[in-house]
């Protein structure tokens, strides 16, 4: 019986272990996407286009988008 019992603690630790593990990753992929934000926050503003509305630099964007699409050579360069 005892042994039994130290398995069910093994497996409570290695489940919790499993949980911590996931919360780190968790925080590590979201502190990846705010630096890759920031950074894209940064492109904008060194390309002096911080001063244009959220929905223009949208619009832009999307079009850049469409334009890479249909050329996709333009993108290599």
Known sequence: MNCLMQQKITLQQKKARL????????IKERKMRTRRLIEMGGLVAKAKLDHLSA??????????????????NVQDH
């Open 55 to 72: 929905n223009t630099l949208f619009g832009a964007i999307v079009s850049l988008k469409e334009t890479l699409t249909q050329h996709p």
């Open 19 to 26: 949980i911590m593990d996931e919360v780190n990753l968790k």
